[in-house]
């Protein structure tokens, strides 16, 4: 069974950094799929907020471009979020998910002085 892990969420000001990870276990390689980072604030519907594929094509948010970066290792089946430049509208539960099937439990990212 495959299960993904996130970790890095945290209270950060604005303007400040957050580097999220998620890491897959039950899978021998993840390099065959595309991995993406979604969010929800309260009140609102889940986003996507950034998507890499298998050969290495990037997709954001309008939102988000320019201040996040997704990337991923295939040797470690692990995604990131460095998201920079954070505003107060960036607060969310921030999920991760593989091959649009598995998703993360989720990490919460409060931005807020």
């Known amino acids: 069974q495959v299960q993904l892990v996130e970790s890095g969420g945290d209270l950060v000001q604005p303007g400040g950094s957050l580097k999220l990870s998620c890491k897959a276990s039950?899978?021998?390689?993840?390099?065959?799929?595309?991995w993406a980072w979604y969010r929800q604030a309260p009140g609102n519907q889940r986003e996507l907020v950034a998507r890499v594929t298998p050969a290495g094509s990037i997709d954001y948010a309008d939102s988000v471009k320019g201040r996040f970066t997704i990337s991923r290792d295939n040797a470690k089946n692990t995604v990131y979020l460095q998201m920079n430049s954070l505003k107060p509208e960036d607060t969310a539960v921030y999920y991760c998910?593989?091959?649009?099937?598995?998703w993360g439990q989720g990490t919460q990212v409060t931005v807020s002085s």
């Open positions: 039950g899978i021998t390689s993840s390099r065959f799929y595309a």
């Open positions: 998910n593989l091959n649009n099937v598995v």
